[in-house]
């Protein structure tokens, strides 16, 4: 499909407005491959991976950007990264039956909202809110009206074939008028959810934009990666300690662990988990004779 797996940047270069459009279809299918998610938590899901993936592109970094929603329920836990090499992966969990339509409090019940900025080689940052409004595209509206005091607007939309989504973003330091940001959202408001799903790149800034100077830049390509590691794994069974590994052992014969990200399974039987205590032998230079 054209535009799948793709970031679109586009500039509208006489109102320092800023936009991005992502295309989810390969990606999307391989987080949904890990875990049998009803339609409605595909949907909220889809939608965080699509915003996720927007808002990465706006910053300068290297690292991942990560959304996280904790609540009360029926919806628990949601789990959605982007990293500046554009890969994305995500989870959610949840209890009972999940309404399809409805506010956020009603799919999510009492929450919040965290927006984690991993830096590579810098401390993290952290924004949190709580999870307040009709979907999440107004929770993060929300976000970066009182956290970052810069006017964001996000179309999102998500089902079982592809997730997507579009972001205007007024320019800081930017010479953008309050009458060019109000023209620009609201031509992207008459924009529906049909439309942001099918319409390829070009011919959606069109049917939008095109009495506007809008500058199309080269599309991005995105893909799903997880990151989940053996040694990762490792680090995480020692963690337990020798006594409670030995417990497992005991009971089941071997530790199996299964990423949630990915659904990669892992095992350790009692060699490996000897190994993980085993520290490592320093091998000396042999010596010469003089």
Not at 80 to 85: F, G, I, K, L, R
Request: some cysteine; charged content about 25%.
């Amino acid at each position: 499909m054209k535009n799948a797996d793709t970031l679109s940047r586009f500039l509208f270069e006489n109102a320092g407005i800023r936009g991005n459009l992502v295309h989810l279809d390969a990606s999307w299918h391989a987080v949904l491959d890990a875990s049998p998610y009803p339609s409605a938590v595909q949907q909220v899901l889809g939608e965080a991976l699509a915003a996720v993936s927007l808002l990465a592109a706006t910053i300068k970094f290297e690292g991942s950007l990560i959304l996280q929603i904790q609540s009360s329920g029926p919806i628990r836990t949601l789990v959605a990264q982007a990293t500046n090499t554009r890969t994305i992966r995500g989870l959610a969990r949840w209890d009972g039956e999940v309404p399809t339509q409805g506010t956020l409090s009603e799919r999510f019940g009492d929450g919040r909202l965290v927006l984690t900025v991993q830096h590579q080689d810098a401390e993290p940052y952290q924004g949190v809110v709580p999870l307040e409004g009709a979907d999440l595209s107004q929770a993060i509206e929300v976000y970066f009206a009182d956290s970052e005091q810069l006017q964001t607007r996000l179309w999102l939309t998500a089902n079982a074939q592809r997730a997507v989504g579009l972001l205007l973003q007024k320019m800081p330091d930017a010479d953008a008028t309050e009458e060019d940001w109000e023209r620009v959202t609201l031509l992207a408001d008459t924009l529906t959810a049909t439309e942001l799903r099918d319409l390829p790149t070009e011919e959606l800034l069109y049917r939008l934009f095109n009495q506007e100077s809008v500058r199309l830049f080269e599309p991005e390509p995105l893909s799903f990666r997880c990151g989940c590691s053996r040694s990762r794994i490792e680090d995480t069974v020692k963690m337990l300690g020798e006594d409670e590994i030995d417990a497992i052992l005991a009971a089941q014969g071997a530790i199996e662990v299964t990423c949630e990200f990915c659904n990669r399974e892992y095992r350790f039987d009692s060699v490996d988990t000897r190994q993980l205590f085993v520290a490592p032998t320093r091998h000396e230079p042999p010596q010469t004779r003089q």
